[in-house]
T-cell receptor, first 113, second 118 residues
Framework: GENVEQHPSTLSVQEGDSAVIKCTYSDSASNYFPWYKQELGKRPQLIID?????GEKKDQRIAVTLNKTAKHFSLHITETQPEDSAVYFCAASITGGGNKLTFGTGTQLKVEL | GAVVSQHPSRVICKSGTSVKIECRSLDFQATTMFWYRQFPKKSLMLMATSNEGSKATYEQGVEKDKFLINHASLTLSTLTVTSAHPEDSSFYIC??????????????FGPGTRLTVL
């Protein structure tokens, strides 16, 4: 089955700096890669996703890159703000192949003032 | 729309009792829903896939007789934890596939149910 690894487990940045979280996956058939933000005790919220037919996607301060050959994808947050502090999860699935998400282990991002 | 609700948000029960958790897609129909379990400071672990009108598909290691799933309509899936024990205490989260504003492979999550078994 699919295995998703995520690094780092914790990340502390100064407000205004950029943050990068990296994930690798094992199943070359995976073609859908969402990123979720989860605040303590709350639901995971989809913040951005990317499919295997593109290499990069951007939405305001958030961007995701995908390298299919190397089987890794990354989340980039620019101009970080205190409200970006949360746990971020990457995930992978196969569209049409059950759509089951395999999650990474999560990254605790702390944006310090 | 892509709003998913769960009820209850928090439940405390005695060991040996059963607890039912509801997951509803409020503004869209979901033929497929998923149930996850999340331990403190850990990732989400998929328990089962719930398909409307058919039996749920359980992940390896998940006891189907202990975690009963019913998906009787296109907007409601239920998870019943039977004969709950303290080790079943956890955060249970459901998700629904699709939504009218998202792609058919996008999962939208409910707010979760905190189960505490005494």
């Amino acid at each position: 089955g699919e295995n998703v690894e995520q690094h780092p487990s914790t990340l502390s940045v100064q407000e205004g700096d950029s943050a990068v979280i990296k994930c690798t996956y094992s199943d070359s058939a995976s073609n859908y890669f969402p990123w979720y933000k989860q605040e303590l005790g709350k639901r995971p919220q989809l913040i951005i996703d990317i499919r295997s037919n593109v290499g990069e996607k951007k939405d305001q301060r958030i961007a995701v890159t995908l390298n299919k050959t190397a089987k890794h994808f990354s989340l980039h947050i620019t101009e970080t703000q205190p409200e970006d502090s949360a746990v971020y999860f990457c995930a992978a699935s196969i569209t049409g192949g059950g759509n089951k998400l395999t999650f990474g282990t999560g990254t605790q991002l702390k944006v310090e003032l | 729309g892509a709003v998913v609700s769960q009820h209850p948000s928090r439940v405390i029960c005695k060991s040996g009792t059963s607890v039912k958790i509801e997951c509803r897609s409020l503004d869209f129909q979901a033929t497929t829903m998923f149930w996850y379990r999340q331990f403190p400071k850990k990732s989400l672990m998929l328990m089962a896939t719930s398909n409307e009108g058919s039996k749920a598909t359980y992940e390896q290691g998940v006891e189907k007789d202990k975690f009963l799933i019913n998906h009787a309509s296109l907007t409601l899936s239920t998870l019943t934890v039977t004969s709950a024990h303290p080790e079943d205490s956890s955060f249970y989260i459901c998700s629904a596939l699709g939504g009218t504003s998202g792609a058919p492979d996008t999962q939208y999550f409910g707010p979760g149910t905190r189960l505490t078994v005494l």
